[in-house]
């Protein structure tokens, strides 16, 4: 080849080495001298054994196709930690491109989910700065906004001096196995909270914060529970700041929890705002904001009982995976629920029990003391209801005004005022004899109530007659700040208690008017006396 083409020789080639058979590589380097009549007389070179370079560089060629090839994502970055080099595993994980969307620039711009404080991060880079290893799990987030769960690795790479010069870091994708263990997690959070307590209130909150744990793209949650209105409430929040959400009510057309529970199936919301029919336009800003849902019936049997929601505010946050893993938690959920609603019932019973006995004694002790009886049935209603406004109101027996004999409003009693004949509450019960439960003192348009204490109107409002027969005597009302507080419940309770405290009111204002006949008659008879 060399005489044929009267080149210079340059060439690797491998050879065998007779003495042990051994197969080496060697770099040949040699020229040909000519004379004058330009025949080759003589040649000139090297050949030096290659066969180390050859082999590391079949190594490198061999690392790299793996690192390539690895399943797990890798990522080479220098020291200020901008990558320089990643696999294709990278793109398949977080979904930006190799090259073109990831070399010279950092995950931190990348995949940062906000998930992680920065005492995470801080501990992390005083970790590898320091030239050792890293290992640990975090959440973050894709080029489409969904978050995962990383295991990652990062290695600090070091040069002849011992200076750390890049850093290798090797991720895993272990967001099913989370998932599972999130799962497993949460029952165990419900379960201890079943454990610790069958109040109802902290069992909510609990389970709330078992579900967001359990489903880490949700930024906030609810549970909803229908009332004896019809409508669902919330009851619990997790995430919600605006306190104008708690024990918000829902129509049975309004919203995708109100749908969740109509249609009595699981909903996937992708946008929330982008659908009239589910979207809140209401006064509450954190309301508005809602675009990702995912709302599941909570089911006993064939009965739906409440609704639990959880929700972000981007697009597309949940996935139907996520949905699944809601409905299985939303199962156990209902029935710690209902155990615990059932508790409440049982404990309300109990306490109206209870209150109505202590008013049958403190009948005994009362006598015909009209102050101590007005007292008497003001602690028995407090005892088993809310009752920031109560009031006593009587009729003049002979027709003219009513007389509030017992006022109080958030912690102060006021003095005995009187009340037109027909104006108030009290001309509506008095006058029909008839009940009035009032939900939300602000869309009632056929009550006006008389003013007294705070100067903001009260919002629930139950009053009940005072009867001897069929004659209404008078008026008890409980109120409240609160819309929404009184149910049919509380109505058949208060008129319990009516009617055990209705004669003993009528029977000690007869007393006091006949108290009072008999001190007019004493001065009568002392005047006649002095007259004689």
Known sequence: EVLGRRQPFDKEYRILRHSDGYERWVHGLGRLEFDAEGRPIKMHGTIQDITERIEAEGKLRLQSAALEASANAIVIANREGFIQWANPAFTA????????????????????????????????????????IWQGELVNRRKDGSLYDEEMTI???????????HFIAVKQDITERKHHERQLEAQAMLAQALGESLELQPLLERL????????????????????????????????????????????????????????RRPLLIADARAEESIRYDGEIEEARQIHGAIAVPLLI???????????????????????????????????????????????????????L??????????????????????????SVMLSDVFVIVLADEKGGDYYAVYRYDAGEYYPPARIPRGQGLSGQV??????????????????????????????S????????????????????????????????????????????????????????????????????????
Do not use: C
């Open 357 to 382: 006995h202590l008013s049958s004694q403190n009948l005994l002790v009362s006598g015909f003391n009209s102050q101590k009886t007005y007292a008497s049935l003001h602690e028995a209603v407090q």
């Open 301 to 355: 049997q064939e009965r739906v009982i409440g609704v639990i929601s959880l929700d972000s505010t981007r697009k597309d946050a949940f996935t139907q995976e996520e949905l699944n893993h809601l409905v299985g938690f939303a199962a156990s959920a209902a029935l710690v629920i209902e155990n615990a609603r059932l508790f409440e019932d049982m404990k309300k019973r109990l306490a109206e029990l209870k209150a």
């Open 93 to 132: 994980l977080t979904g930006y491109k190799v090259p073109d969307e990831v070399f010279g620039r950092s995950p931190r711009d990348l995949v940062k989910s906000g998930k992680q404080d920065q005492r995470f991060y801080k501990n992390l880079w005083d970790t590898i700065l320091a030239g050792k």
């Open 155 to 165: 290695t600090p790479v070091k040069d002849e001096n011992g200076a750390v010069t």
């Open 430 to 459: 008095i006058e029909q004899g008839v009940t009035l439960l009032i939900e939300d003192y602000h869309a009632s348009k056929n009550v006006q109530a008389v003013y007294f204490g705070r100067p903001e109107h009260v919002r």
């Open 208 to 263: 709330l914060e078992a579900a967001r744990h359990a489903i880490p793209a949700a930024e906030k949650g609810s549970v909803l529970l229908f009332e004896a209105d019809g409508r669902l409430h919330i009851r619990a929040l997790n995430g919600y700041t605006d306190p104008r959400l708690r024990d918000f009510a829902f129509a049975g057309d309004s919203g995708y929890a109100a749908r969740a529970a109509r249609e």
């Open 461 to 532: 409002i139950l009053a009940i007659p005072l009867k001897r027969g069929n004659r209404a005597f008078g008026m008890i009302s409980t109120q409240s700040y609160q819309p929404h507080i009184y149910t049919d419940n509380h109505r058949a309770v208060l008129e319990t208690i009516a009617a055990q405290f209705s004669a003993s009111i009528e029977n000690a204002r007869l007393f006091e008017e006949i108290q009072a006949r008999l001190q007019e008659l004493e001065i009568l008879q002392s005047l006649s006396s002095a007259l004689r």
